[in-house]
């Protein structure tokens, strides 16, 4: 069973920055699909940014311009760079991959394989 560790995550005030990665174990995840989830108290998860191959990417609108997500395969590493951080970003933040497809779109049940997830607070 593939595992996804996460980390990166912390507090920072409104307008800093965080990296976050997720390792995933076992082997490359080439030709599947990789997202960042985050998830506040009594909300559903949202999808944050989504990564299929480098130059397919879909975001939130809410982090548009702001987020980055990327994926090194030769670390089998996925990252969500955040920039210009707001409190309404403050989150656990989660990573997820499918297994044996590629998907595309914004369903968290679609993701089979979760991480333990790391939280994210930003302060005003």
């Known amino acids: 069973q593939v595992q996804l560790v996460e980390s990166g995550g912390?507090?920072?005030?409104?307008?800093?920055?965080?990296?976050?990665?997720?390792?995933?174990?076992?082997?490359?995840?080439?030709?599947?699909?990789?997202?960042?989830?985050?998830?506040?108290?009594?909300?559903?998860?949202?999808?944050?940014?989504?990564?299929?191959?480098?130059?397919?990417?879909?975001?939130?609108?809410?982090?548009?311009?702001?987020?980055t997500v990327s994926k090194d395969n030769t670390k089998n590493t996925l990252y969500l760079r955040m920039d210009n951080l707001k409190p309404e970003d403050t989150a656990i933040y989660s990573c997820a991959a499918t297994e044996g497809r590629r998907y595309w779109g914004r369903d968290d049940q679609a993701f089979p394989i979760w991480g333990q997830g790391t939280q994210v607070t930003v302060s005003s």
Do not use: H, N
């Not at 920055?17 to 909300?43: G, I």
């Not at 998860?45 to 990417?57: G, H, K, S």
């Open 10 to 67: 912390g507090s920072v005030q409104t307008g800093g920055s965080l990296r976050l990665s997720c390792a995933a174990s076992k082997y490359p995840y080439t030709a599947y699909s990789m997202a960042w989830f985050r998830q506040v108290a009594r909300k559903g998860r949202e999808i944050v940014a989504l990564f299929m191959t480098p130059a397919a990417t879909m975001y939130a609108d809410s982090v548009k311009g702001r987020f």
